[in-house]
């Protein structure tokens, strides 16, 4: 009753920790595939934030830092602008920063550049001065120069006494952009596209998008654009998932609020979904090897108290010895492990007469010290078991005949030098030893029986000890 009842503790303990783990795991599994996703997000978006901070954001604060000097000012409120000087300065700056810089002058409505060229800013042939001369905004991107189109950033100068002097900025060629675009693409396969307020495409990663004499592109043009539309979709992108070229995209959008322009990185989910992927499986992979750890740990636990609730009815209960069942289940055990197993049988012949003269209390002590004796000649592998009555049988597995005919004459000499007292009388141990050995083939009882033949065979003497031949047609006796 202990043991079912230890049983059932045991079972509802173990079922407790199943399912803690489990639900520890599902919760590690989860959190990291978050992770994967965060970090392939990261992963996606910091090289298009380097880009932009690279190419857009920090020439504006070049430009803007440059545009508070004194010298800039003075250039450009000088009556009449001093050209030289003009020139002189933004080649120096071109030279200091390895970009290109120009001055847009109000007061004698003239461009210069730091390439040394310069050009009249004629109202109705150069739109975009006039355009933004008027803007409520300070800082302006754009493209234009379309004969060779330039991203341009344009600061607006003003005096001391709020005086309008014209722009100060800077500007990149697009062919320059194009090719990074076209290394991100291939380094990180997303695509770009910088929209103005009006959702024109100012700058793309696609070089068909890219504005040209006609003017730009539109954002509602574009097809994948358009399905979104039909679906009902609002403006707002920023985590949509849209069909471009027969693969899936996810759009992250961000605001570059200097410009009032809106970012989209569109990030292909192929390798995203295959590195997620990954992390799915081995999460999966992780949980699968748990669940099957703790079966084992389940079946183990079973298989030991399922012994624990037969190891009554297997062990001897005066020598706390294998019984006879077990003893040949041990052995099938070993000799298919080791391949082979010498077998050692040890009869007490003069128990029943100890138990005649001296009483049962003396013979279970002779008993119970012979089974302490055969104990201490056995190393962790080999096991005694009570046959029957006053025989006993060692297992010694591995071991050859002649290591099994030396462990039993050490058997026999501790148990015969042995004195059982009582009353007034005493008694020498006295015993028989078979030896034998056996590969596959033989079963336990054949061996014992053969060895009880030859012993029954030699005669009855003090001491006799036979030693059995592989295939037990022969032996060899000693008294």
Same mark, same amino acid.
């Given at each position: 009753m202990?043991?079912?009842?230890?049983?059932?503790?045991?079972?509802l303990?173990?079922?407790?920790?199943?399912?803690?783990?489990?639900?520890?795991?599902a919760?590690?599994?989860?959190?990291? %595939?978050?992770a994967? #996703? +965060? =970090?392939? /997000?990261?992963? &996606?978006?910091?090289?298009?934030?380097? !880009?932009v901070?690279?190419?857009?954001?920090?020439?504006?604060?070049?430009?803007?830092?440059?545009?508070q000097?004194?010298?800039?000012?003075?250039?450009m409120?000088?009556e009449?602008?001093?050209?030289?000087?003009?020139?002189?300065?933004?080649?120096?700056?071109?030279?200091?920063?390895?970009?290109?810089?120009? %001055?847009?002058?109000e #007061? +004698? =409505?003239i /461009?210069?550049? &730091?390439?040394?060229?310069?050009?009249? !800013?004629?109202?109705?042939?150069?739109?975009?001065?006039?355009?933004?001369?008027?803007?409520?905004?300070k800082?302006?991107?754009?493209?234009g120069?379309?004969?060779?189109?330039?991203f341009?950033?344009d600061?607006?100068?003003?005096?001391?006494?709020?005086?309008?002097?014209?722009f100060?900025?800077?500007?990149?060629?697009?062919?320059?952009?194009?090719?990074?675009?076209?290394?991100?693409?291939?380094?990180?396969?997303?695509?770009?596209?910088?929209?103005?307020?009006?959702?024109?495409?100012?700058?793309s990663?696609d070089?068909?998008?890219?504005?040209?004499?006609?003017?730009?592109?539109?954002?509602?043009?574009?097809?994948?654009?358009?399905?979104?539309v039909s679906?009902?979709?609002?403006?707002?992108?920023?985590?949509?998932?849209?069909?471009k070229?027969?693969?899936?995209?996810?759009?992250?959008?961000?605001?570059?609020?200097?410009?009032?322009?809106?970012?989209?990185?569109?990030?292909?989910?192929?390798?995203?979904?295959?590195?997620i992927s990954?992390?799915?499986?081995?999460?999966?992979?992780?949980?699968?090897?748990?669940?099957?750890?703790?079966?084992?740990?389940?079946?183990?636990?079973?298989?030991?108290?399922?012994?624990?609730?037969?190891?009554?009815?297997?062990?001897?209960?005066?020598?706390?010895?294998?019984?006879?069942?077990?003893?040949?289940?041990q052995?099938?055990?070993?000799?298919?492990?080791?391949?082979?197993?010498?077998?050692?049988?040890?009869?007490?012949?003069?128990?029943?007469?100890?138990?005649?003269?001296?009483?049962?209390?003396?013979?279970d002590?002779?008993?119970?010290?012979?089974?302490?004796?055969?104990?201490?000649?056995?190393?962790?592998?080999?096991?005694?078991?009570?046959?029957?009555g006053?025989?006993?049988?060692?297992?010694?597995?591995?071991?050859?005949?002649?290591?099994?005919?030396?462990?039993a004459?050490?058997?026999r000499?501790?148990?015969?030098?042995?004195?059982?007292?009582?009353?007034?009388?005493?008694?020498?141990?006295?015993?028989?030893?078979?030896?034998?050995?056996?590969?596959?083939?033989?079963?336990l009882?054949?061996?014992?029986?053969?060895?009880e033949?030859?012993?029954?065979?030699?005669?009855?003497?003090?001491?006799?000890?036979?030693?059995?031949?592989?295939?037990?047609?022969?032996?060899?006796?000693?008294?």
């Amino acid at each position: 009753m202990n043991i079912f009842r230890t049983l059932h503790s045991s079972l509802l303990l173990l079922f407790v920790v199943v399912v803690i783990a489990i639900v520890t795991l599902a919760h590690f599994t989860v959190g990291r %595939i978050v992770a994967e #996703q +965060s =970090r392939a /997000q990261q992963k &996606s978006i910091s090289p298009a934030i380097h !880009l932009v901070v690279d190419n857009i954001i920090r020439p504006l604060h070049i430009a803007q830092t440059l545009a508070q000097s004194t010298e800039i000012r003075q250039i450009m409120a000088a009556e009449p602008v001093d050209e030289e000087a003009a020139f002189a300065r933004l080649r120096q700056m071109q030279e200091d920063f390895g970009m290109y810089f120009f %001055i847009a002058s109000e #007061q +004698s =409505r003239i /461009q210069y550049h &730091s390439d040394g060229t310069q050009h009249p !800013l004629t109202e109705g042939k150069v739109d975009w001065y006039f355009k933004y001369k008027d803007a409520p905004v300070k800082a302006i991107a754009d493209v234009g120069k379309w004969e060779a189109p330039h991203f341009f950033i344009d600061l607006k100068i003003y005096d001391e006494n709020d005086r309008f002097l014209g722009f100060f900025g800077t500007g990149t060629n697009l062919t320059s952009f194009i090719e990074l675009f076209a290394e991100y693409k291939v380094d990180h396969g997303y695509d770009f596209l910088f929209l103005n307020p009006k959702r024109q495409i100012m700058l793309s990663s696609d070089p068909e998008l890219i504005g040209n004499r006609s003017g730009f592109h539109s954002l509602d043009s574009l097809p994948w654009y358009q399905q979104v539309v039909s679906e009902g979709q609002q403006y707002e992108l920023n985590n949509l998932l849209i069909r471009k070229d027969n693969q899936d995209y996810l759009i992250a959008e961000i605001e570059l609020a200097p410009f009032n322009w809106t970012l989209l990185i569109l990030t292909p989910l192929q390798a995203r979904q295959s590195e997620i992927s990954q992390a799915f499986i081995a999460s999966v992979v992780g949980l699968l090897l748990v669940v099957f750890a703790l079966f084992l740990l389940i079946y183990n636990l079973l298989f030991y108290f399922r012994r624990s609730s037969r190891r009554p009815m297997m062990i001897d209960p005066l020598l706390n010895l294998d019984t006879r069942d077990e003893a040949i289940n041990q052995f099938n055990r070993l000799v298919e492990l080791h391949g082979q197993a010498a077998v050692v049988l040890v009869n007490i012949v003069n128990v029943k007469e100890i138990n005649t003269l001296l009483g049962h209390n003396t013979g279970d002590y002779a008993l119970r010290f012979s089974a302490k004796v055969f104990r201490e000649h056995l190393t962790n592998e080999d096991f005694v078991s009570r046959w029957r009555g006053e025989s006993f049988v060692l297992t010694l597995p591995g071991q050859s005949l002649s290591e099994a005919k030396a462990v039993a004459e050490q058997i026999r000499f501790s148990l015969t030098i042995t004195q059982v007292h009582g009353l007034d009388r005493q008694f020498q141990l006295q015993t028989t030893v078979a030896v034998s050995h056996s590969t596959h083939g033989r079963t336990l009882p054949a061996i014992i029986t053969d060895a009880e033949k030859h012993l029954g065979q030699a005669g009855p003497k003090a001491f006799r000890q036979v030693i059995l031949c592989e295939d037990a047609r022969t032996a060899e006796t000693t008294d």
